[in-house]
C-alpha cells in the first residue's frame, strides 16, 4: 500500500495533538500537499476510535467514509470502482464552530460538502450543489453509525416527499422505488414476481430525483445490504449492511444537475459497458433443449428459410458431458468445431452456458487442475466446500483469488479454437441445490441455496468470508471469462451474458432478468426492469423473449417480441420441456408478424449501433426512461410501459393482452412524429395511438435524422449495404452516423468511421441536412449513401445537393411513409442535401 506509511505518521501526529478538549471537539485534520491518500479532503476522528473522511472525486461528486482509522486502505479495495483511487481534487476547507457545532465545508468545483460535529463526537454530512442548495443530507436525528468491531453500518437520509427514486440495477419493481424495502443478496429466484425481492444481482446505487434535479448515491459496499426508501417513515431513506462500514458517494449531476450527468459520472466512477460485437445486438435464438446436433442446424436452417434475421444460437447445459463445464456431451455433438463454423459460415454465432460448479471427480480435467491449483472456496478448516448442483456434487471457483481468475481464463481455450462466441454465465449467484434431505419450509432465497456464510474466499488477498464476497461471486467470475478470453482472442470483443453480477459488472459483461414467466404481468415488468438496469450503468440488458418458465400464447410472444425489439439485448428463451419458442413457431400469420419485428431492428441496426458507440463514452444508458432526457416533465417521471431508445426513438410497445390501441405519453421538449402513418404528435400531448397485432408503436423525434439499412439474414450481410438517412422534418438537430468493423478494438485506434450531421430548417420552408466529412480511419464497403426526406402531407419539393438540383426519387419506407431518396456516393467528402419546399401557393 502505497500511502500506508505516510497514512499512519499523518494519523500518529493526529492523535497527538489531540489534547481531552479537542476529543470533546473532535479534531478536523486537512493535509495540504500532504500524501494523496490525504490530500484535498478532509479527516475527523470521531467517537470510538471511528474516522470520518469526506473527499472530493471529481468536481460534483463527494465521496464520504466512516470507518475505523485502520480500515481505509481496506476499504479502497473495491469491486466496483475501476480506478483504484480515483484521482483527488482538492477542495476548500473552511473550520468554525457555532454554538456547540464545528461545522467543516470542503468546497469544490461543482458541490461541496458541508460536516456538522457535535458535542456528542457523532456527525453528519449535506452534500450541497453549486448554488448551495442540499443535495442530500444525513437525518440529524440518526447520524450514520459504524459498528467498530463487525463493520455494521447504518445510515439515515432526508428524503422530501416529492423525490423520485431510481436505479438499484435489476430489480422486479416498479420504476419509481419509492415506498420500498430492498435487500441485496443476489439470489436463485426462478419465477420471481413483481415484488419478489431480492434477486440476481446487486447495485447498491440509486437516483433521487426532485423537481428536475437529480443527484446519485452509491453505497459501495458488497455484504447483504438493506435500502428502506421512505417505507419505514416517508420522509428517510435508510440503508446500511452488517459489515463493510461506511464507503459512499454522491455524485450531483454538474452544475444543473441533470441525471445524465449523474449517470455519467457513476459510470466513469465504476466502468462502462464497451460497444459489444456487431452481431450481438443482432436477434439472438436461445431454449433450454438445443439438442442434439442436428436440432441446432434445422433451427438455423428455419432462420434462413423463412428469412428471419438471427445472429446468434444458444446452446444450453445440455452440450456439455454430464454437465461438466469446457465438455461436450460427444454422442449429441460429435463435432463440435464442424458445427460451430457451419453455423458461422451461414451468419449464426454459437453461445454456451457455462456454469461456475465443477463437478467432484478426479477423472475430470478441470477438477483435477483446479484442485491441485487449490482455485476452489474453502470451508473454514481450509478443506474444499462442496455443493451439488447440476453436475451432482461441485467444487466451486474462487472468482475473488487472482490465480482462480487466471486458471478459470485459461479454461477456455478449446472453447475459444472451437469457435464458440459468446459465453452465458448462469448459476452464479452463486446458486446451489438444497440438500435432498432438506426439511426446513422451502422460501425462494433459502440461505441453504447458496455457499454457507462462513465459507472463505482470497477476496483478492483480504481473505474473508462468503458473507463479504457472495455478492460479487457472479460479477468476478465474469472478470475472470472476459480476461481469458481477451488472453485467449486479443481481437475479438467477449460477449458474455450474466445472471448475477455486483455494481460495476457493467464493464466485463451484458445481463439478464433471469427467470421470468410467460405471463402479460412479466412482459409488463420486463421495462422497469431494464430500465432500472440502464440508469445504473448496465447498458447491456435483455429479458428472456416471451417467458422462460411456461409458455407463451402467440399473441403473447408476438406482443413480447415487439416488445423486446429495441431492447440492448433481443434473444427467445424458454425452460426444457416447453412446446417450440421460435418466432417461425406459431403459424404462417405470427412467423410473418415477427418477421417484421426482427427486421425493424436490424433496418434500426445503425441507430442503435451509433448509440451503443457513444454509450461506451458516456455511460448513458441506450434503453433510457422518459424521465432521463426531460426530467422536469412530472408527467412521465413514473412512465413504464414506454421508453426511449437514443435520445430520438420513442417506443411504447402493446403490454396487455387484446389490445390495438395504447395510450401514449409524448414527452416535452420534441414532437414526435408516428414511424408508420407519419403523423405529428406534439410533445407534452397524450394520444391513443394504431397498435394492430402487427406493429410496434415507434416514434421518430421531429427533426431527427435516424440511420437506417435494409436488413439481410444477420448483421455482417447486412454490413455492405448502404446507409439510409431517414430525416424527420422539425427543428434544428444535430447527431451522428457510428461506423466501423463491427467487432475487434482496432476501433479505438481510428478505425472509426465518424459522420456528424446537423438538420435544419431553412428560411424558405425546405430542409437541409449537411453530411460533415467523415473522419476516422474505417471505410465501409457501401459505395452510395442515402438521405430520405419524409413527404409531409403529400407535398414533396425539389433536391439540390450542394446547392446543384438533384434528382431525387420518390420512394416508401418498410413502414410505409413516402420519401424523397437522394443517393449520393459514399465518398466520405461533406455534403449539403436539401429538400426545397415548391413555391408557395398564394391564395387570391
Ligand atoms: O437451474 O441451464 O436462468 O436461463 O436455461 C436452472 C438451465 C439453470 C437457469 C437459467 C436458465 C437456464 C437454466 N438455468
Not at 434477486?199 to 437529480?214: D, E, S, V
Not at 428471419?308 to 461438466?324: E, N, S, T, V
Not at 441453504?448 to 461471486?473: C, I, L, M
Request: hydrophobic letters at 40%.
Amino acid at each position: 500500500m502505497r500511502s500506508t506509511s505516510a497514512f499512519a505518521l499523518c494519523f500518529t501526529l493526529l492523535l497527538a495533538l489531540l489534547s481531552p478538549s479537542a476529543v470533546v471537539r473532535a479534531h478536523p485534520l486537512q493535509v495540504a500537499g500532504g500524501s494523496p491518500e490525504w490530500q484535498g479532503g478532509v479527516r475527523i476522528a470521531l467517537k470510538q476510535d471511528v474516522v470520518l473522511d469526506v473527499r472530493l472525486v471529481y468536481a460534483d461528486t463527494v465521496r464520504v467514509r466512516l470507518a475505523p482509522a485502520n480500515r481505509f486502505e481496506r476499504l479502497d479495495r473495491s469491486y466496483a470502482v475501476v480506478a483504484p483511487r480515483p484521482a483527488g481534487l482538492s477542495g476548500a476547507v473552511s473550520d468554525r464552530i457555532e454554538g456547540d457545532l464545528r461545522i467543516i465545508t470542503l468546497a469544490g468545483p461543482e458541490c461541496s460538502a458541508r460536516v456538522t460535529v457535535r458535542p456528542d463526537q457523532s456527525a453528519v454530512v449535506a452534500i450541497l450543489d453549486a448554488a448551495g442548495n442540499v443535495v442530500v443530507e444525513d437525518d440529524p436525528a440518526a447520524p450514520p453509525r459504524v459498528d467498530a468491531v463487525t463493520g455494521a453500518v447504518d445510515v439515515t437520509k432526508l428524503h422530501p416527499r416529492d423525490q423520485f427514486v431510481y436505479g438499484f440495477g435489476e430489480k422486479a419493481l416498479p420504476l419509481d422505488r419509492t415506498s420500498v424495502e430492498m435487500v441485496h443478496w443476489n439470489s436463485d429466484t426462478p419465477g420471481y414476481k413483481t415484488g419478489t425481492d431480492p434477486i440476481y444481482q446487486t447495485t447498491p446505487f440509486y437516483i433521487g430525483l426532485r423537481r428536475g434535479k437529480a443527484y446519485g448515491l452509491f453505497f459501495d459496499n458488497t455484504y447483504r445490504s438493506y435500502f428502506n426508501v421512505a417505507k419505514r417513515h416517508p420522509e428517510r431513506i435508510s440503508f446500511g449492511a452488517p459489515g463493510g462500514w461506511l464507503d459512499q458517494y454522491v455524485f450531483c449531476g454538474g452544475p444543473a444537475r441533470d441525471p445524465r450527468q449523474v449517470i455519467r459520472r457513476y459510470t466513469e466512477l465504476t466502468g462502462r459497458s464497451e460497444l459489444p460485437p456487431l452481431w450481438a445486438l443482432g436477434y439472438q435464438q436461445c431454449r433450454w433443449g438445443y439438442y442434439p446436433e442436428k436440432r441446432v442446424r434445422e433451427i438455423a436452417a428455419k432462420f434462413r428459410e423463412t428469412g428471419i434475421p438471427c445472429d446468434a444460437i444458444y446452446l444450453d447445459i445440455d452440450y456439455m458431458d454430464g454437465y461438466r463445464v469446457f465438455t461436450w456431451d460427444r454422442s449429441r455433438f460429435p463435432n463440435p468445431k464442424q458445427m460451430v463454423g457451419d453455423l458461422r459460415r451461414d451468419g449464426f454465432h454459437t453461445v454456451v452456458i457455462i456454469d461456475p460448479g465443477i463437478k467432484v471427480d478426479q477423472a475430470y480435467a478441470a477438477y483435477q487442475s483446479g484442485r491441485a491449483g487449490r482455485h476452489f472456496v474453502t470451508m473454514p478448516d481450509g478443506s474444499e466446500f462442496q455443493g451439488a448442483v447440476w453436475p451432482g456434487l461441485c467444487a466451486f471457483p474462487d472468482f475473488t483469488s487472482p490465480r482462480a481468475r487466471q486458471w478459470w481464463g485459461s479454461q477456455f481455450a478449446e472453447l475459444v479454437d472451437t469457435g464458440v462466441r459468446g459465453f452465458w454465465t448462469d448459476m452464479n449467484e452463486p446458486s446451489v441445490f438444497l440438500p435432498p434431505n432438506f426439511d426446513e419450509p422451502w422460501s425462494i432465497q433459502h440461505p441453504a441455496k447458496t455457499f454457507p456464510a462462513e465459507t472463505r474466499q482470497d477476496g483478492d488477498g483480504d481473505p474473508d468470508s462468503h458473507a463479504r464476497y457472495h455478492n460479487v461471486y457472479g460479477q468476478q467470475m465474469t472478470r475472470a471469462t472476459r480476461d481469458g478470453l481477451l488472453a485467449l482472442a486479443p481481437d475479438q470483443r467477449p460477449f458474455i451474458l450474466t445472471r448475477a453480477t455486483y455494481a460495476g459488472g457493467q464493464r466485463y459483461a451484458a445481463s439478464w432478468t433471469g427467470d421470468n414467466i410467460a405471463t402479460w404481468e412479466h412482459l409488463e415488468l420486463s421495462i422497469p426492469m431494464l430500465l432500472g438496469m440502464g440508469v445504473s450503468g448496465q447498458n447491456l440488458a435483455g429479458a428472456d423473449i416471451g417467458g422462460f418458465i411456461d409458455s407463451p400464447t402467440p399473441e403473447l410472444y408476438t406482443r413480447w417480441l415487439q416488445a423486446a425489439c429495441l431492447t440492448p439485448i433481443m434473444r427467445s428463451h424458454t425452460v426444457a420441456g416447453t412446446p417450440d419458442q421460435e418466432p417461425f413457431s406459431y403459424g404462417p400469420e405470427y412467423t410473418e408478424i415477427n418477421r417484421a419485428t426482427i427486421e425493424l431492428r436490424y433496418e434500426l441496426m445503425p441507430y442503435l449501433y451509433t448509440q451503443f458507440a457513444l454509450a461506451e463514452q458516456t455511460g448513458e444508458p441506450v434503453m433510457r426512461p422518459l424521465w432521463l432526457d426531460t426530467p422536469t416533465d412530472n408527467r412521465v417521471l413514473t412512465t413504464q410501459d414506454e421508453f426511449l431508445v437514443g435520445p430520438d426513438l420513442l417506443v411504447a410497445p402493446v403490454v396487455r393482452p387484446g389490445v390495438t390501441t395504447r395510450r401514449v405519453v409524448f414527452p416535452v421538449g420534441a414532437d414526435w412524429i408516428n414511424w408508420y402513418t407519419g403523423e405529428l404528435h406534439r410533445g407534452g400531448t397524450e394520444a391513443d395511438v394504431a397498435a394492430p397485432i402487427g406493429r410496434l408503436p415507434l416514434f421518430a423525434r421531429a427533426g431527427s435524422v435516424i440511420p437506417t439499412r435494409a436488413p439481410a439474414p444477420h448483421t455482417a450481410a447486412q454490413l455492405a449495404g448502404p446507409v439510409a438517412l431517414r430525416v424527420f422534418p422539425g427543428g434544428t438537430w444535430t447527431g451522428g452516423l457510428y461506423e466501423d468493423a463491427g467487432d475487434g478494438f482496432a476501433y479505438r485506434g481510428g478505425q472509426r468511421a465518424d459522420t456528424a450531421i446537423r438538420h435544419t430548417s431553412t428560411s424558405s420552408g425546405g430542409q437541409e441536412v449537411v453530411l460533415a466529412a467523415r473522419t476516422g480511419a474505417f471505410r465501409s464497403a457501401a459505395t452510395t449513401v442515402a438521405v430520405e426526406f419524409m413527404v409531409v402531407a403529400g407535398v414533396a419539393g425539389d433536391a439540390f445537393v450542394d446547392g446543384a438540383p438533384s434528382r431525387g426519387a420518390s420512394a416508401r419506407t418498410r413502414s410505409g411513409l413516402e420519401v424523397i431518396r437522394v443517393v449520393l456516393p459514399n465518398d466520405g467528402a461533406r455534403k449539403s442535401v436539401e429538400l426545397r419546399s415548391p413555391a408557395p401557393k398564394v391564395p387570391r
